[in-house]
Structure formats: C-alpha cells, structure tokens
C-alpha cells in the first residue's frame, strides 16, 4: 500500500476563501490529494491580509488554513478565466466552494454548470445556514453560525466559544463530504454535489444537546462548575491556581474512591451524598464541599494521589499554552511541524487522524499568490508561454 496518502491521486480545485472552504481543502490535501487553489488576481483569498485590529496581518490564519496546496490566480468573472477554470475541472476529481449560495451559479461556476463538463465531478459546498431556506443566501461568518446554533448560549450568558470554530467544524464536515462522495463514485459511479454549513456542524457538534431536548423536552441546564449536573463531572479550582477535571459518568461507582483519595471517607455518611440522586439534588452544597478539598492543595499532588487510586478519570484543564506540549498532543502528532522556505521550522496543528499505511502528511507549505499559475497552465494545460504571457496581460491571470 503507497504511503502517499489515501487520497493520493485525487485532483482537489479549491475556490474557496478565509476559513471553511479552505480548511477542507487543507485536509484533503494532508490526506495526499493534489490541491490547486484558485485565487482573484491581485488579491487573492482576502484570509492573506486578514488583520489584527491593531493592524498586524495574522499570516498563521492564512498558513495553516492552505498548506499543501498550489496556488492559481484567474480572474473567473472573464469568459477567458471561466474557460481555464472549466478546463481544469475536466481534469480534477473535487471542486469545493464557499461562496454563498447562488454566486457560483451566476458566474457559471455552480453543480449544473461543472457536471456538464465533468460527469463525475465531486462538487463541496459550504455556506453559512445551509442550501436550503429563506437564509440560504445570506452572508454569513463563523459567530453568526456560533451564534445561530445556540453553543453561544450553552453557558447560560452570551459567551464567544474559541475561535472559528463553527468554521474548523464545518471544514471538517465538508471534507468527510467530500471523501463518502468519493468513495461513492467509485462504488457506484458518478459524481454528486455535497453541501454542509456553519449551522449545520455546530447543530451536529452538539448533538447530545440538541437530542435530549428534542427527545426529553425543555432545554439542559446550562452547566458551570457550581451548579454542575453531576459534581463528579464538572471542573475544580487547586491551591496552585491549576484546575482538575473530573469525568465520572458512574458516579456511583467512583463516590467511594474519590472520597478515600480526598481523606474525607466520611462524606459516604452525610445523607446529601449518600448517592448520586442525592448528589444532584444538593449540587451546590456538593460541589462546594467537594471544591475546597480540592483548593488545599496542588494540582500535580491531586494528579499523584488520583493516578494512585486508579479508577477515577480525571485531567487537566488545559490553556493553549499547556494544550501544545500537552505529552498526549505531542504523543499523536495533534500538534506538529514543517519545515517554511522563509520562515524556517514552524509548529502548526497536525491532523487529527491517524493512518497506519497511509498516513496524512504536510509536505508543502501555503503558496504565494499565483505561485503555480504558470506551472499548472502550461504543464496541465498543454499552454504555451506566449499563451500565458497574453493571458496575464489581458488580466484573465
């Protein structure tokens, strides 16, 4: 089996701008696909000049979102650049897209229009709310998806979650896509279009949620460590600042030890705690017993004495900082490193996939702008140079 990637082989053509279209393409291409980008000459994707509000350009936005990707400028909305970006999807086994619904119909560029000229096209979509629906067209960016999904409010007050990540899910979520379609096409023949959205990952990210108000009526309380659902899964202050996270979906069964660790076996005979349903009727009082234990002493002596124990799962409650030389993220490679012809070795997020024969890889860095253009035309194209020269100067490239 090649070690090349599972998708080595498939041709990806990435019109797409900032986040959730790009990222797609970046998986697909750490999965071995060869991905060419397609980019507005002279600007390109707007997430290059992303800025700060104190002005300062946040290149790593642009970096991580297009590695392994080859870069093409053509000005799509001339019948010349339209013609170039047809031809090369005669070529290619994916296009994906996350313009708003409706603009790559109007310039030609929609499902209808490429599966004319590639049968067995692949055709992503992503949008903000979806294809379908009064909204399906509006404009529409990571926290309005964020927002519209309700993980905004999954705390009780408006909170931003980190960010982009209604983009990073719905880039995820075109990329599975993208690949069952694939693998579809090649079961059943034909290609097909595959759309998702910003509200649509995040609906899904919280599937648990939504489906115990769908089925159980009424909404979950929304969850902070005072008023936790269950005190044996929820998040404590120690005495060094640190904070441990308890995960105890049997709490029953890890009452006795978690109490012998914290040294108060006595708490097994207070009523308020005898059980679990006693438990969630006095979270409060529990989590407040529970949470000045905890504040004695710490982090890394709770860490010793629960590892001791051995049954009770908990960690560490990360921050950045901690989450990229956390030894389970180095470990599997979450966080990885390549090597940039300008800025020497650099530390990006690695795939969160693992492959035993296949396995995903950053082998190019983000292009420049327009960096493959005359590569791509005159070698997958058959282009001669006088053809590209005249192409670039009518501004089609």
Same mark, same amino acid.
């Given at each position: 089996m090649s070690a090349a990637g599972p998708l080595h082989g498939i041709r990806v053509i990435d019109w797409t701008i900032l986040q959730q279209g790009p990222v797609a393409g970046a998986m697909l291409g750490d999965l071995g696909a060869e991905v060419i980008k397609i980019e507005e000459p *002279? =600007? &390109? $994707? %707007? @997430? #290059?000049s992303l800025s700060v509000m104190d002005g300062t350009v946040m290149w790593p936005y642009f970096e991580n979102n297009n590695r392994n990707k080859k870069s093409i400028t053509v000005n799509v909305k001339t019948p010349a650049g339209l013609d170039l970006v047809k031809r090369l999807v005669a070529t290619a086994d994916v296009f994906i897209t996350n313009f708003r619904p409706g603009v790559p119909e109007k310039l030609g560029l929609g499902y209808e229009d490429l599966r004319a000229v590639n049968p067995g096209i692949v055709y992503g979509e992503a949008s903000a709310f979806g294809s379908e629906g009064p909204d399906r067209s509006t404009r529409g960016h990571d926290l309005l998806g964020l927002a519209r999904s309700g993980i905004v409010l =999954? @705390? *009780?007050?408006?909170?931003?979650?980190? &960010? %982009?990540? *209604? $983009?990073?899910? @719905?880039a995820s979520m075109l990329a599975y896509g993208v690949v069952a379609a694939l693998l579809a096409r090649e079961r059943l023949g034909g290609g097909q279009k595959v759309e998702t959205s910003l509200l649509g990952g995040m609906v899904w990210l919280q599937g648990f949620q939504v489906a115990m108000h769908l089925m159980q009526g009424g909404p979950p309380r929304p969850a902070t460590n005072r008023n936790a659902r269950n005190p044996l899964y929820t998040w404590y202050r120690c005495a060094d600042g640190k904070w441990l996270a308890l995960a105890t979906p049997d709490p029953d069964r890890h009452w006795p030890e978690l109490i012998a660790v914290l040294g108060r076996p006595d708490l097994a005979e207070d009523p #308020?705690? /005898? $059980?679990? %349903?006693? !438990?969630? !009727?006095h979270t409060e009082e529990?989590?407040? /017993?529970?949470?000045?234990? +905890? =504040?004695?002493?710490? !982090? $890394?002596?709770? +860490? !010793?004495r629960l590892g001791a124990a051995g049954s009770v799962p908990f960690g560490p409650v990360n921050d950045l900082a901690d989450v990229v030389v956390d030894p389970q993220v180095v470990a599997n490679r979450y966080v990885t490193s390549f090597t940039h012809a300008e800025r020497g070795e650099l530390r990006t997020v690695g795939f969160p996939v693992t492959f035993s024969e296949t396995p995903p890889a950053i082998h190019r860095p983000a292009p420049q702008l327009g960096e493959h253009t005359d590569e791509i035309l005159i070698t997958e194209l058959g282009m001669h140079e006088e053809e590209v020269s005249r192409l670039r100067h009518e501004k089609v490239i």
């Open positions: *002279g =600007a &390109g $994707d %707007a @997430g #290059r =999954a @705390g *009780g007050e408006p909170h931003y979650p980190a &960010g %982009a990540i *209604g $983009d990073q899910m @719905g #308020r705690f /005898v $059980d679990h %349903a006693s !438990r969630l !009727r529990c989590t407040a /017993v529970l949470g000045e234990i +905890f =504040a004695t002493k710490p !982090r $890394d002596e709770w +860490f !010793r």
